[in-house]
């Protein structure tokens, strides 16, 4: 189910138009957390995107979460990010 679940962050993305996206299951490393009981994932995430140029860390946050708002607390409890601009 994790690849299922990273395919559809990476179509969530997609409008975004990233240069570059690493998604990254972190799930096993937190079996037995709270969250993990749920069924909800723990990932990591690099992302490069034009969208990023200019905006502070938090708006770059926003537009994710915005992408991912009904995947959150569901298929994904955890989405740690590193989010970056091209020219970052």
Same mark, same amino acid.
């Given at each position: 189910?994790?690849?299922?679940?990273?395919?559809?962050?990476?179509?969530?993305?997609?409008?975004?138009?990233?240069?570059?996206?690493?998604?990254?299951?972190?799930?096993?490393?937190?079996? /037995?957390?709270? /969250?993990?009981?749920? /069924?909800?994932?723990?990932?990591?995430?690099?992302?490069?995107?034009?969208?990023?140029?200019?905006?502070?860390?938090?708006?770059?946050?926003?537009?994710?979460?915005?992408?991912?708002?009904?995947?959150?607390?569901?298929?994904?409890?955890?989405?740690?990010?590193?989010?970056?601009?091209?020219?970052?």
């Amino acid at each position: 189910m994790p690849e299922a679940t990273i395919e559809k962050i990476q179509l969530r993305l997609a409008a975004l138009a990233p240069l570059e996206i690493v998604i990254n299951d972190e799930s096993a490393l937190h079996a /037995g957390h709270e /969250g993990a009981k749920s /069924g909800g994932g723990h990932y990591r995430m690099r992302m490069v995107s034009e969208r990023f140029s200019g905006l502070p860390r938090m708006a770059r946050h926003r537009l994710v979460y915005d992408a991912l708002h009904d995947l959150m607390q569901r298929e994904i409890h955890a989405l740690s990010m590193t989010l970056l601009a091209p020219d970052e």
